[in-house]
Each structure stands twice: as C-alpha cells, then as structure tokens.
T-cell receptor
Framework: QKEVEQDPGPLSVPEGAIVSLNCTYSNSAFQYFMWYRQYSRKGPELLMY????GNKEDGRFTAQVDKSSKYISLFIRDSQPSDSATYLCAVFTGNQFYFGTGTSLTVIP | SQTIHQWPATLVQPVGSPLSLECTVE??????LYWYRQAAGRGLQLLFY??????ISSEVPQNLSASRPQDRQFILSSKKLLLSDSGFYLC?????????????FGPGTRLTVL
C-alpha cells in the first residue's frame, strides 16, 4: 500500500464551481499535511499546510484533515481558470515526506 | 522566506554524456535538501536527500550521484547519461530547525536525453 493515494483525475469544472480534491494516507502516525499547486513545466508551489484535524482556510482555499479516517481534502471555492494546475498532496511523518501523484484540474471559462 | 534556484531550466544531452545540475538556496541556513525526479503521471520520485554538508543519502540505486559542497548548494551529477534519465528534476529544501516539516521546491530542470 502506498503511503499516500491520490485520484489522478483529470478533473474538469466550469468557472465558479467548488472543487474538491482528495487524498488518503496509510499511517495514522503522519503528522503534517500539505497541498502543493504545480503549473505546467514549473516546480510545485506550497499552497496549504496543516498539522491538525479540522479545517484551515486561506482565501478561496480550505484544507481539511480527518485523522480518524486518514483523509485529507482541498476545497477551492469560486474556481478560476488560473486555478488550472496539478495539485499534489503530501504528508510529513516527522522524518520523511511522501507525495501523492497529483490531480490535474482544468477550470473552464 | 526562502528562494530556491535551479539551473539550467532545460537541457538536451546525448546518451553517454555527463550531467551536472545545480541547486542553490537563499533565505535559510542548514536546510535539508532533496533531489526529486518527476515523470508524467508517476508523481515525485525521491532520488537523494542531504541533512548537511557532505552528507548524502540515496533512495534509489541509479546512474546518478549527488553532492553538497556547501550548506546551501546541492548538485546532481552523472558520468554517463542514459535515455531513462530523461525527466523533470526538482530540488527541494526543508528550512532549518523548526521549519523542517515543510518542503519548498525550485523551478525545476527539464532534461531530455537523446
């Protein structure tokens, strides 16, 4: 079993839609959770970071962690064409980083 | 905040030629540094990581090597490139001390081996 599993998509939504991106992880000992956004041919950019269960909000983005289910989500409200990118989830165990394979998102104007 | 530089941005090399990719970090001291290779649809493959000068750990046996001659410099090398070395190479940094739990990435180098 992989440490982090992520649905690769692709996901295509109309502009203004709410987007939900999801990952599951294997080990309840994982402590820190991140979401990265990666535009085509660019390096991943840290988008959200959290270490506790619950929600963390930053503008149109909300990161949600459910440690009991080992499930992490990223919600994008009022999605924009500029949100079109690949989104990677990641976990840090306190010792190692593990990344999902990424979900490709396209927001259609 | 820290900034990660990588060069070159793109590189086309013949099979059997040597390789040197450089990564430098600004805005932090004593970072943990990482080299990843990213293939389409396959996510990030960790190649090497370093917790300090001269300290390199290899995650996958391969045709590549890494060195860390200075605190904020990380180099990825090969003596003879293979076709399978083609890919998008990313350098990442986890900031020193309290910030080690988050990674920041450079802009990447796209390598094509012909």
């Amino acid at each position: 079993q992989k440490e982090v599993e992520q649905d690769p998509g692709p996901l295509s939504v109309p502009e203004g839609a709410i987007v939900s991106l999801n990952c599951t992880y294997s080990n309840s000992a994982f402590q820190y959770f991140m979401w990265y956004r990666q535009y085509s041919r660019k390096g991943p950019e840290l988008l959200m970071y959290t270490y506790s269960s619950g929600n963390k909000e930053d503008g149109r983005f909300t990161a949600q962690v459910d440690k009991s289910s080992k499930y992490i989500s990223l919600f994008i409200r009022d999605s924009q064409p500029s949100d079109s990118a690949t989104y990677l989830c990641a976990v840090f165990t306190g010792n190692q980083f593990y990344f999902g394979t990424g979900t490709s998102l396209t927001v259609i104007p | 905040s820290q900034t990660i530089h990588q060069w070159p941005a793109t590189l086309v090399q013949p099979v059997g030629s040597p390789l040197s990719l450089e990564c430098t970090v600004e805005g932090t001291s004593n970072p943990n540094l990482y080299w990843y290779r990213q293939a389409a649809g396959r996510g990030l493959q960790l190649l090497f990581y370093s917790v300090g000068i001269g300290q390199i750990s290899s995650e996958v046996p391969q045709n590549l090597s890494a060195s860390r001659p200075q605190d904020r410099q990380f180099i990825l090398s090969s003596k003879k490139l293979l076709l399978s070395d083609s890919g998008f190479y990313l350098c990442a940094s986890a900031p020193g001390l309290a910030g080690r739990d988050t990674q920041y990435f450079g802009p990447g180098t796209r390598l094509t081996v012909l």
